[in-house]
Structures are given as structure tokens and as C-alpha cells.
């Protein structure tokens, strides 16, 4: 008679900042704002996200409605054209929930494994 082998187990969690209207800032809210600083464009931001341009639109919107001064803003039109950029407090909050999400994942790395 051989003895069942233990079943190896983990904590897995994700993480997001809530606000008092929902969700305001997580995993992949953090990384369209980092897309669109580093593509100037919700548009090429979604792109490479492949996420349809409406959602992106729906997220930003989201955010900076949320938050007390805007995260992303447009850059009116010129010679090269509009675009999108990022704002002082959307570099903060990417900041922000980059810290928090490290901690959580530390957190998360030094519970023991769960007997079940």
C-alpha cells in the first residue's frame, strides 16, 4: 500500500486600491498608465495592451474622476498632433501602488505554506 503523496499548496492574492465608487488603481489600471506615458497615446497605449480604446477611455476616465486632480490629461493638437500625457499625480500614484503592490507580494512570499 503506498501512501498519497501531500498535495503542495500556496497563497496567491491580488491587490488593488478601492475607493468609496470601486476600484481606483490596480495591476492593470497601473500598467495603461505606464503605456500611455511611454506611448503619449490612450489610443497606442490600448494597442499594446490589446484592449479595445472604449475600455482604456473607461478606465482613465475612471481614474481621474476618482482621484482629486487628474492622472492623465490630453495635450491639445500642434504641429506633431494631440496626445495624452501623464500628470504630476498620475507619476504618483504609479509611484504609489508599485510600493504597495512589493509590499503585499513580500507579505504574501513569507506566510507559510497552508495545510489542508
Known amino acids: 500500500m503506498s501512501r498519497k503523496q501531500r498535495t503542495s499548496y500556496r497563497l496567491r492574492g491580488r491587490m488593488w486600491i478601492e475607493g468609496p465608487r470601486g476600484t481606483f488603481l490596480g495591476y492593470g ?3 495603461l498608465l505606464e503605456r ?3 506611448h503619449g497615446s490612450i489610443t497606442a497605449a490600448a494597442r499594446s495592451m490589446e484592449m479595445s480604446y472604449r475600455h482604456a477611455w473607461q478606465l ?3 481614474m481621474n474622476s476618482q482621484s482629486d486632480t ?3 490629461e490630453r ?5 506633431g498632433g494631440g496626445g ?3 500628470t504630476t499625480a498620475g507619476e504618483h500614484a504609479i509611484a504609489v501602488f508599485w510600493r504597495a503592490h512589493a509590499a503585499f507580494r513580500d507579505y504574501m512570499e513569507q506566510q507559510p505554506e497552508p495545510r489542508l
Open 70 to 72: 487628474p492622472l492623465v
Open 75 to 79: 495635450a491639445c493638437g500642434g504641429r
Open 36 to 38: 500611455i506615458r511611454d
Open 60 to 62: 482613465v476616465d475612471s
Open 29 to 31: 489600471r497601473v500598467v
Open 84 to 86: 495624452t500625457r501623464l
